[in-house]
């Protein structure tokens, strides 16, 4: 019984430290980059822009340095990426500099 039961918490033990020791420095999550490091950012090599064309509705201050422009009626003139169905219903809130 006590070799099953230190083969296994041997085992665990060996897991344990290899899922901790094996780190990916290239995934490192936003909590962790400091601002002193550049982060690790992959490009493709034929990158592609999203295009939409939409009817603004409203352009409001929100305070002495920003403005908030409120877009709707968002139609994709080109979307690779296919991120316009997050903001197709109800539109889409672009917060811009006043400069």
Do not use: R, W, Y
């Amino acid at each position: 019984m006590k070799v099953i039961f230190s083969c296994l918490l041997a085992t665990g033990l060996l897991f344990l430290l290899t899922g901790c020791g094996s780190k990916d420095e290239s995934l490192e999550s936003i909590d962790s980059i400091s601002a002193e490091t550049p982060a690790k950012i992959s490009h493709s090599s034929t990158e592609e822009q999203s295009v939409f064309q939409g009817d603004i509705e409203s352009i409001t201050e929100s305070d002495e340095t920003t403005i908030q422009i409120k877009v709707v009626n968002v139609k994709e003139i080109e979307d690779p990426e296919n991120i316009g169905t997050s903001f197709s219903n109800d539109g889409v809130t672009l917060n811009a500099s006043n400069e």
